[in-house]
């Protein structure tokens, strides 16, 4: 899983995080109760389990993470937005 993460393209690269668990550790299991997550592999796109069980076809995975980078981006343009309305 990792793997399929660490080959994608540049421009994804530089707008992501990749947080790495080992199940092996306190703290590999606790994330993986914490995203409700049942079993092995699991993908989280900003702390929400998105792939389990299954390891997504790159384009899919690019698509999800270019989606969530959209709704982030225009939540953060509409914030500053109003924040400049309620200044002005």
Do not use: C
Request: hydrophobic share 40%; glycine share 4%; aromatic share 4%.
């Amino acid at each position: 899983m990792a793997e399929s993460v660490k080959v994608l393209p540049d421009n994804i690269q530089e707008i992501i995080e990749v947080q790495e668990w080992d199940m092996r550790t306190h703290e590999g299991v606790q994330r993986f109760r914490q995203l409700r997550a049942t079993s092995l592999p699991s993908i989280a796109l900003d702390g929400e389990l998105v792939y389990e069980s299954i390891i997504p076809m790159q384009e899919e995975l690019i698509t999800a993470i270019e989606k969530r980078y959209g709704e982030k981006r225009m939540t953060a343009s509409k914030e500053t937005l109003l924040e400049k309305l309620k200044e002005g």
